[in-house]
């Protein structure tokens, strides 16, 4: 059967959020997707949708419903066909999708460390005690509280940009970004210093593009297999999976990484109490082919080894 390609005429049609990073990580999809298939690059259309969760800035996510607000309405227009894929940051995907579409493409994933950010000071360190800190992370937020409890920490949503900007206007002396996301949208100017994943394990999925697609779509199927990075595949299969066992959600400070060396797969996890007066922590490995199970075990493990109440928290 011959693959039905995209034309300018009939383009396809690629749904993201409307944020400079959200769109260099489309743009990044149409690029390889063009390239693949030798395709101009307006055989396809950017969409922009607007999310709940972009549009409510003034409250913390797990106020207004969690990480879902930021893909809901980017997924209706999916299924309803008004777009043909959906580009996502991963770190923001629920664990599952909603029923008649899927998540089997991503990209090469870009670095996974957390960039401390700072117009004062050089790093975590050099921050006095009593400094504010801003982010919208519960788990940047318990793991800043876990290392520095002298330290407060306030709400800083927006993008990249909002984040800077509110900086600059002493809203907070620090903040942390992903790195990812400043390396994409080229920001070499911004005084960064890269945190360790030893001294700050990332989120699951960071540094990680997904592209969504219908079930029922042979055609997207057969195209977004041209560009799907397998080892990135692989890794997001265990940190996930990790993260499914823990019911994680934006009120859950979970952190988790896998590597690959060789034929297997390196996990470690953590999780914290939100105000990071306790964390848990612990790593196996495994095949590459069982990093599923992999994750679920790694998942189970620590709630095993969770002390008495540590999760009272949930309510």
């Not at 970004?177 to 400043?182: E, N, S």
């Not at 690959?260 to 953590?270: P, S, Y």
């Not at 990071?276 to 493990?301: F, K, M, N, T, Y």
Request: aromatic share 4%.
């Amino acid at each position: 059967m011959t693959l039905n390609l995209p034309t300018p005429t009939e383009p396809l049609k690629i749904g993201t959020r409307g944020s400079p990073l959200a769109l260099a990580q489309a743009y990044e999809t149409r690029d390889r997707l063009a390239a693949a298939f030798d395709l101009p690059q307006d055989a396809f259309a950017i969409k922009v949708i607007k999310t709940t969760g972009d549009r409510v800035l003034d409250r913390p996510l797990k106020e207004i419903g969690g990480k879902g607000l930021f893909t809901k309405e980017i997924e209706e227009d999916l299924l309803s066909g008004a777009i043909d894929i959906a580009v996502h940051s991963m770190k923001d995907m629920p664990v599952d999708q909603p029923e008649g579409l899927l998540l089997d493409c991503y990209l090469p994933r870009e670095d996974v460390r957390d960039a401390f950010v700072s117009f004062a000071v050089d790093g975590l360190a050099g921050l006095a005690p009593g400094s504010v800190v801003g982010t919208s992370s519960l788990r940047r937020r318990a793991q800043l509280k876990y290392r520095r409890p002298d330290l407060e920490v306030v709400e800083f949503r927006g993008n990249v940009q909002t984040r800077l900007r509110k900086l600059n206007e002493g809203v907070a002396v620090a903040t942390f970004l992903a790195m990812a996301g400043l390396n994409r949208l080229a920001m070499a100017d911004v005084p960064k210093t890269p945190v360790s994943e030893d001294d700050m394990l990332p989120a699951v999925a960071q540094g990680a593009i997904g592209i969504e697609r219908r079930a029922d779509d042979a055609r997207m199927a057969e195209m977004l297999s041209a560009i799907h990075h397998v080892e990135t595949g692989q890794r997001l299969a265990a940190e996930r999976a990790f993260l499914r066992a823990l019911d994680g959600s934006c009120e859950t400070p979970i952190a988790g990484l896998a590597m690959l060396d060789g034929d297997q797969i390196h996990l470690r996890g953590e999780i914290l109490r939100p105000d990071g007066s306790e964390a848990i922590a612990d790593a196996i490995s495994c095949p590459i082919a069982d990093g599923a199970v992999l994750g679920r075990e790694l998942g189970e493990r620590l709630q095993a080894i969770a002390p008495e109440g540590f999760f009272d928290w949930r309510g």
